[in-house]
């Protein structure tokens, strides 16, 4: 009887420490997710310092701002005509035989 209370205790406690809240499965999946989430860090301070380059270009430096104002709004200097040349979708697909 003893043995069994014993055994059963055990195999309670094995199991508690493999798929458990704070297990060893656990912990696996938390050390995983600690690395995604530290990835993500590190991609996120590189996205933030290039944004902050780009904010520093534009304040200080008037052709980067020239630059910014063709591209994203598509302005232009007096007396200089703007030609938008779209991608077609369809073009792009190869035809028969292709």
């Known amino acids: 009887m003893i043995t069994y209370a014993l055994g059963t205790i055990t195999f309670v406690l094995v199991v508690n420490a493999l798929v458990g809240e ?9 050390n ?3 690395v ?4 993500r ?3 996120l ?4 310092q290039e944004i902050q380059e780009q904010i520093r270009r ?3 430096d008037p052709s980067a701002l020239e630059e910014a104002a063709r591209r994203d709004l598509r302005l232009g200097k007096p007396g200089e005509t703007m030609v938008v ?5 369809k073009s792009k697909t ?3 035989g292709k």
């Open 22 to 30: 704070n297990g060893y499965l656990a912990t696996l999946r938390a």
């Open 45 to 48: 301070r590189e996205e933030n």
């Open 94 to 96: 190869p035809g028969p």
């Open 85 to 89: 040349i779209k991608d077609d979708a």
């Open 58 to 60: 534009l304040r200080s």
């Open 36 to 39: 995604e989430l530290k990835s």
């Open 32 to 34: 995983r997710e600690t």
């Open 41 to 43: 860090l590190r991609q």
